[in-house]
């Protein structure tokens, strides 16, 4: 059980606008920064979006993160067949004194 | 290049130790927390503790706490984790990664896969 809430599966055509949902308490998202991280198959999971809506060098603009309260979102516009990957959020717990997952997104491009 | 680079993958006996590293190089090691992630097979990541190399100050997971050990020696900018008796739900992938001041975590070593099976 997972202490951030994400869908299990998303999925979408190519060129599409997906989104994937991110919800969590006011020990985590509701105070701290959001991250999420994209993990391609058999690799080791990647910085994709960080401080909530901020992404690294290299990361195309079709990825864009928000936060609002106690939630999170990722969205990812036109979709492309190599965007196939799970998609995990991420924060900070003050409670835990650690850091939260999600359980995960697995997207399928059509 | 900044990069975390992990030992290799192991096959164990239940009940044998283990220690996996975690290597970093192209900035200040002891400047930054390096994190333990595990996956299990199939299943997504879990947060199992945290160090400062600095100081070797660590904090972990109520789920990991007293099953294994983080450690760090910054003299060779590496860190570790590692168990005294390995059960076979050990068996997963463990990552490293570096925590940057926003809070984010970049790079991640490229993972460690721990089988443990009689």
Same mark, same amino acid.
């Given at each position: ?12 055509t ?12 006011s020990?985590?998202?509701?105070s ?42 990722l969205?990812?516009?036109?979709l492309q ?13 003050d409670?835990l ?14 | ?8 993958a ?19 090691? &002891? $400047?930054?927390?390096?994190i ?12 199992? *503790? +945290?160090?400062? #190399? ?7 997971s ?17 860190a570790?984790?590692?168990? &005294? $008796? ?5 068996t ?10 926003? *809070? +984010?975590?970049? #790079? ?8 443990v099976?009689?």
């Open positions: 059980q997972s202490v951030l809430t994400q869908p299990p599966s998303a999925s979408g190519p060129g599409q606008r997906v989104t994937i949902s991110c919800s969590g308490s020990s985590n998202i509701g701290n920064t959001v991250n999420w991280y994209r993990q391609l198959p058999g690799t080791a999971p990647k910085l994709l979006i960080y401080s909530n809506d901020q992404r690294p060098s290299g990361v195309p603009d079709r990825f864009s993160g928000s936060k609002s309260g106690t939630s999170a979102s969205a990812i516009s036109g067949s190599e965007d196939e990957a799970d998609y995990y959020c991420a924060a900070w717990d409670s004194s650690g850091l939260v997952f999600g359980g995960g997104t697995q997207l399928t491009v059509l | 290049e900044v990069q975390l680079v992990q030992s290799g192991e096959v164990k006996k239940p009940g044998e130790s283990l220690r996996i590293s975690c290597k970093g190089s192209g900035y200040s090691f &002891s $400047s930054f927390w390096i333990w992630v595990r996956q299990m097979p199939g299943k997504g990541l879990e947060w199992m *503790g +945290r160090i400062s #190399p600095s100081d070797s100050y660590t904090k972990y109520p789920s990991f706490q007293g099953h294994v050990t983080i450690s760090a020696d910054k003299s060779i900018n590496t570790y984790l590692q168990w &005294s $008796s390995l059960k076979a739900s050990d997963a992938m463990y990552y490293c990664a570096r925590r940057l001041n926003s *809070g +984010r975590f970049d #790079p991640w070593g490229q993972g460690t896969l721990v089988t099976s009689s």
